[in-house]
């Protein structure tokens, strides 16, 4: 029997990442399929539908605090318990269209804007951010010229190269110890 795990964010996402982890852990390396679902609210309603057997969620950041997104995809479904409990070193890297780009716009998901928020103003004080549902996602938006030349964009640095950007700048983030705590979720039998 195959196990469904949905997981927020798309391939080469810091969740697909722990998803991935949780797979080892959990020793379900030759009967898993991984299932791309952008949100915690995403993968929350596709546990509860039946869609996914289990879910891997972001909770909290040890520098950007509670990821506010799950807490709200999880208010009031007691029927959802905690399988498991796992974390991440997480590193940003600082990725442009090409090497000459201008950045006027930095986007990526709340909380990866969040954890290098003091390196950013520093580096890129008049840059607007801008939030988007997946760090991954925004460089796959980036490369696909759905963002303006002029944004820059921060992910995994596997991210970041598979969409062929230029990397700006490595392991931006505000502290050497970042790092998210993630849920591997499943629902009450």
């Not at 852990?25 to 991984?34: F, G, I």
């Not at 972001?58 to 208010?75: C, D, P």
């Not at 006027?104 to 008049?126: F, R, T, V, W």
């Not at 392991?171 to 790092?179: M, W």
């Amino acid at each position: 029997m195959t196990i469904r795990l949905g997981y927020m964010g798309i391939p080469l996402s810091n969740s697909e990442a722990m998803a991935k982890e949780f797979i080892r852990e959990m020793n379900w390396q030759n009967n898993v399929e991984l299932v791309a679902l952008m949100s915690s609210k995403n993968t929350i309603d596709a546990l509860l539908k039946g869609e996914i057997d289990y879910g891997v969620v972001a909770v909290r950041n040890s520098s950007a605090g509670i990821v506010k997104e799950t807490e709200a995809a999880l208010e009031g479904h007691l029927e959802i318990r905690k399988v498991l409990e796992g974390s991440e070193r997480i590193h940003h890297c600082l990725f442009t269209l090409n090497s000459d780009s201008k950045v006027s716009k930095i986007c990526s998901h709340i909380q990866a804007l969040g954890q290098c928020k003091s390196n950013l103003a520093e580096m890129y004080p008049d840059a607007v951010q801008e939030d988007c549902s997946d760090t991954a996602y925004a460089a796959e938006m980036l490369s696909k010229g759905e963002l303006p030349e002029d944004c820059a964009v921060l992910c995994r640095k596997e991210a970041g190269e598979f969409y062929g950007l230029f990397l700006r700048n490595e392991n931006i983030e505000d502290r050497g110890d970042n790092e998210t705590f993630f849920h591997l979720i499943g629902l009450h039998s």
